[in-house]
């Protein structure tokens, strides 16, 4: 018998306490874009600003990793960052066409959502890097002959979130715990490819639909697409409901104060303070509800949009409030069309992997390997577990089942970290 959750409404815009230490991605996001912003604010060039905050904005990964582990993980982000720019400007500037490119933004969000969720790179995952390479598809004027300075304006920027990230270490020689950070066993590529494929479809048709209408952002629609697909088509809605929400109030912060942006002399650098300010408070409310994260999140890509921009504020609000419209709804028509069959055999999976961890931490009941291998598969049960109950099309959750596993694996974890304790 196949089950259809309902789609969830209620409690969907409560607001929760706040997650974890928020305020080292928050202030590390917004020194690092704020250095070299101000130094081509210095410079009059503030039209090359979305080159270097394509860098910056990796500052937002890695925080809970010990500083080995993050230097590397920082690493690869900057080189995939730099790579998926690299390709969209020189797309940009082989084609103006606009349904071809929105076609390459999918294409390319898609292949962000299925190597984010492969490598278990952790938040905030594949948005950033669709917010920041489907704004490269559509940046005007690109010549082929300038993507590489360009590239090397993004490489800067990586550079700079490297060094702000990895700063605390010249104050404390550790990091988060490496037992509580350490980054768990990849999942196979198969297991991804359903909700790949959501994500490239959903931001095509966001994206076409918003071109077809006039807009002149259809990106705007692209990015809007791929942040509401979550684990599975529930919980895919109600992001969708607090994406419209949170992108509509932000909208109303972003038009009063967008004036201050025009003062005289003064106004570019209000707008680059008011930028870093939005970028700390995305960070220090999106844990306690997404909607409250994106009235910090809206007005902060609107300015980034204004600084090299003279369209008009009503044009700008306008195309934004059309292309959430346009990315929410086919956003999750992209969900119903697209059937996530791999979510029962990743459970039946995961479920397998937890016994057989539980055997073998029995058999080496001394043994940071099989601590951490069990904490592993534990995870990705619930994980797995919670994405197959949300899904549509499925047989329903074994619950029984999972709940003992998850028991028996949590009371093996407990003995398995006294018996460490008494080894040491």
Sequence with gaps: MRQNPALPLRGSLRLRPAVGPWH?????????????????????????????????????????????????TLAWVVAGMAASVGVALTAASLTR?????????????????????????????????????????????????????????VAVGGL???LVCLAPALVRDHGPALTLARPRRPR????????????????????????????????????????????????????ALQRTVGSLLGL??????????????????????????????????????????QVFVTPMALLLVSLGSTEPVGTLVGDRWLDTLFGAALGMAGAFLVTNRRAGERLTAALHQARTAQRVALREPVGADAHARLADTLHELRESADGHAGEWWQRPVPLQEVAQVEQEGHRMLALLTERQAAHV
Excluded at 119 to 136: E, K, M, Y
């Design 252 to 293: 109303l912060v972003f038009t009063v104060a967008v004036p201050l942006t025009h003062v005289p002399e003064a106004g570019a650098l209000l707008a680059l303070l008011f930028i870093g300010a939005c970028q700390v408070g995305a960070e220090a409310t999106i844990t306690r509800n997404y909607w409250l994260g």
């Design 160 to 162: 700079v979130a490297w």
């Design 24 to 72: 080292r991605p928050a202030f590390s996001v917004a020194v690092a874009t704020g250095l070299p912003n101000l130094m081509l604010w210095a410079l009059g060039r503030l039209d090359l600003v979305p080159y270097t905050s394509a860098g910056t904005m990796c500052a937002l990964f890695a925080h809970a990793l010990p500083y080995r582990e993050r230097a590397r």
């Design 188 to 239: 196979p590529l198969r297991m991804h490819l359903p909700l790949a494929s959501r994500v490239a479809l959903g931001c095509a048709l966001a994206g076409w639909a918003s071109l077809a209408a006039g807009v002149g952002h259809p990106y705007w629609a692209v990015v809007t697409a791929a942040a509401v697909h979550r684990a599975n088509t529930s919980v895919s809605f109600q992001r």
């Design 97 to 153: 066409s606009a349904v071809v490119l929105v076609a390459l933004a999918a294409l390319m969000a898609g292949l962000q959502k299925l190597l984010c969720d492969a490598t278990r790179l952790g938040p905030p995952g594949n948005v950033i890097f669709t917010f920041v390479t489907a704004s490269a598809f559509f940046l005007p004027h690109q010549r082929l002959g300038e993507v590489p300075p360009h590239l090397a304006l």
